[in-house]
């Protein structure tokens, strides 16, 4: 018998670890979705032909969200919050932008991804113990630049005031050229955080009524920059943070308009391309694609059977 694709055995670790949760995504499972528009700059036009970074606009789905895949943990257990962002390019044509709130994954190995899911069951009841997570030290020592961003890490106070970072690579494409970039997203407004003490008096759900407050008083903005990778800089390694000097191309302002069911629902496959990007090498970036499409799988097969989701 055909054993299993690896990204489906870590998509149903996961479940093993945080339980199984009918509906949602076995990963950010809760979260909020909106509409907008993405107005591009143009200035990225001599790197890449990819139609929404010239000067025009284009209508875009968002889901900002919590990254726990257990719903019902609190907004304050789930320190790193995700914006997915789906471009629209024309009839059935996408491409994605998946980000989050910290500039580096845990793992550069698909394989480590799911011995780390076995050493982190302890997280089911709320934060590891401390033996477990010198454990994970020892044994995982590329888990220390998450876990020291972690204890730098202050909080988002609101979905719409986080930094969010694709942290994998991607290529931007034109004719023999190509250059590495990886993207940030920035609130217009600047970053408003909280530390993580003030973080747990924080109610449960405030994250999304918040956001639905400031999308009825008016619009919320991001800036998106591309930051240019120099030719030593990993484009395979989404453990290691490029250095904070490198240039940055402001390719646009994305505009949050009202919430959107759609926009909750959909799938952001973080390897959904379009002509002048490319996706980078990174092991983690490719195994997303599957895990991903899985998780949609399951999870439109559980809500056609009339499962709620938030
Ligand atoms: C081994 C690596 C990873 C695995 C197996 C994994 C797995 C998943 C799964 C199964 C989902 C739910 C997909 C769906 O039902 O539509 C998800 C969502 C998400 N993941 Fe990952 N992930 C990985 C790495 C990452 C990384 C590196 C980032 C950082 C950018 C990330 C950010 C997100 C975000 C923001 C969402 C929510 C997307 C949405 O709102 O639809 N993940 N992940």
């Avoid at 991804?113 to 590329?142: C, I, Y």
């Avoid at 959909?266 to 490719?286: F, H, K």
Wanted: aromatic residues 10%.
């Amino acid at each position: 018998m055909e054993s299993k694709k690896l990204e489906h055995q870590a998509v149903d670790r996961i479940e093993d670890v945080f339980g199984e949760h009918t509906g949602y995504r076995r990963a950010h499972a809760r979260g909020a979705g909106c509409k907008g528009v993405f107005q591009g700059s143009g200035q990225a036009a001599r790197l890449t032909d990819a139609a929404h970074f010239q000067q025009g606009t284009v209508p875009v789905l968002v889901r900002f969200s919590h990254f726990s895949p257990e719903p019902s943990w609190t907004d304050a257990m789930s320190p790193v919050k995700g914006m997915a962002v789906q471009f629209e390019l024309g009839p059935k044509q996408v491409t994605n932008i998946v980000s989050v709130t910290s500039p580096v994954f845990f793992t550069r190995s698909p394989e480590r991804f799911l011995e780390m899911l076995e050493v982190s069951r302890s997280f089911q009841k709320g934060l590891p113990k401390l033996a477990e997570l010198a454990e994970l030290m020892t044994d995982f020592p590329e888990v220390r630049a998450m876990l020291a961003s972690v204890q730098k890490m202050t909080v988002p106070e609101s979905f719409a005031t986080g930094v969010y970072h694709s942290i994998h690579a991607f290529y931007f494409e034109k004719g023999n050229e190509r250059q590495a970039v990886k993207y940030v997203f920035e609130p217009e407004n600047g970053a408003e955080k909280m530390s993580l003490k003030d973080m747990k008096d924080v109610p449960f759900g405030y994250y999304e009524n918040e956001l639905a407050e400031r999308i009825a008083g008016g619009s919320v903005y991001f800036k998106l920059y591309a930051i240019i990778g120099e030719p030593d800089d990993p484009t395979d390694d989404p453990t290691r943070e490029w250095p904070k000097e490198r240039e940055r191309v402001y390719l646009g302002r994305l505009q949050i308009e009202t919430e959107d069911d759609e926009a909750q629902q959909a799938l952001y496959d973080p390897t959904v391309m379009t002509e002048g990007i490319a996706c980078s090498d990174d092991p983690i970036l490719q195994f997303r694609r599957s895990a991903y499409r899985y998780s949609h799988e399951k999870r439109t097969a559980e809500n056609t059977k009339d499962s709620p989701q938030d």
